[in-house]
């Protein structure tokens, strides 16, 4: 993926700023994205054409809300570059195909300061050698490409509530199990 960056070095954006709760009230991903940071100003590192953010420590923290992913990914970001995801927000990006790239804190740092110096600069994620390349620059990186989503993007979460559906069985028979056990023991 090469791109040019939106270039977002703040650290702990949580998910609320990502996507206000105000904008929560749907479960479809389109549109989402004109949400996306809807209380900041993007300012004149925001490019409409970036498919990379390159954010600062600690992306994501916040409430567990799908929707921040979804909104990045509707308003066409790929990869979001950062030192540190929450576990949460990491696995719904996977879910979602968006690649969250942790990259180490030396490393940010120079691509900050790359950026910083030429924020009009376009970024290369090479997702087959971890590698991140920015100008002269080349950094390592991890990502758990193997586990980015294979769903349909209309319909997240699908298969895994096909899974969890085709349990339906072993449930049915757990929950009998209780009842019998609750039943024959008065609760205990």
Same mark, same amino acid.
């Given at each position: 993926?090469?791109? &040019?960056?939106?270039?977002? &070095?703040?650290?702990?954006?949580?998910?609320?700023?990502?996507?206000?709760?105000?904008?929560?009230?749907?479960?479809?991903?389109? @549109?989402?994205?004109?949400?996306?940071?809807?209380?900041?100003?993007? @300012?004149?590192?925001?490019?409409?054409?970036?498919?990379?953010?390159?954010? @600062?420590?600690?992306?994501?923290?916040?409430?567990?809300? #799908?929707?921040?992913?979804?909104?990045?990914?509707? !308003?066409?970001?790929?990869?979001?570059?950062?030192?540190?995801?929450?576990?949460?927000?990491?696995?719904?990006?996977?879910?979602?195909?968006? $690649? &969250? $790239?942790? $990259?180490?804190? #030396?490393?940010?740092?120079?691509?900050?300061?790359?950026?910083?110096?030429?924020? #009009?600069?376009?970024?290369?994620?090479? !997702?087959?050698?971890?590698?991140?390349?920015? @100008?002269?620059? *080349?950094?390592?990186?991890? %990502?758990?490409?193997? #586990? $980015?989503?294979? *769903?349909?993007?209309?319909?997240?979460?699908? *298969?895994?509530?096909?899974?969890?559906?085709?349990?339906?069985?072993?449930?049915?028979?757990?929950?009998? %199990?209780?009842? %019998?056990?609750?039943?024959?023991?008065?609760?205990?």
């Amino acid at each position: 993926l090469t791109s &040019p960056v939106m270039f977002l &070095p703040i650290d702990t954006i949580d998910t609320d700023r990502i996507i206000p709760a105000r904008f929560l009230i749907t479960t479809k991903i389109k @549109g989402l994205g004109r949400h996306f940071f809807n209380d900041w100003t993007h @300012g004149s590192s925001a490019n409409e054409d970036a498919k990379i953010l390159v954010a @600062g420590h600690n992306f994501g923290c916040g409430s567990s809300r #799908e929707h921040a992913v979804w909104a990045l990914a509707d !308003y066409g970001i790929e990869a979001v570059v950062s030192t540190k995801f929450a576990d949460i927000f990491h696995a719904n990006a996977l879910r979602n195909r968006l $690649v &969250p $790239v942790v $990259v180490k804190p #030396e490393d940010h740092e120079r691509l900050v300061a790359a950026l910083e110096t030429d924020p #009009e600069q376009t970024v290369t994620i090479d !997702y087959d050698a971890l590698r991140l390349t920015c @100008g002269s620059i *080349e950094i390592p990186f991890t %990502a758990a490409i193997s #586990e $980015v989503g294979s *769903e349909d993007p209309e319909t997240p979460g699908i *298969e895994e509530l096909e899974t969890l559906l085709s349990q339906n069985g072993s449930i049915d028979a757990h929950e009998a %199990a209780r009842k %019998a056990r609750v039943d024959t023991t008065g609760g205990r």
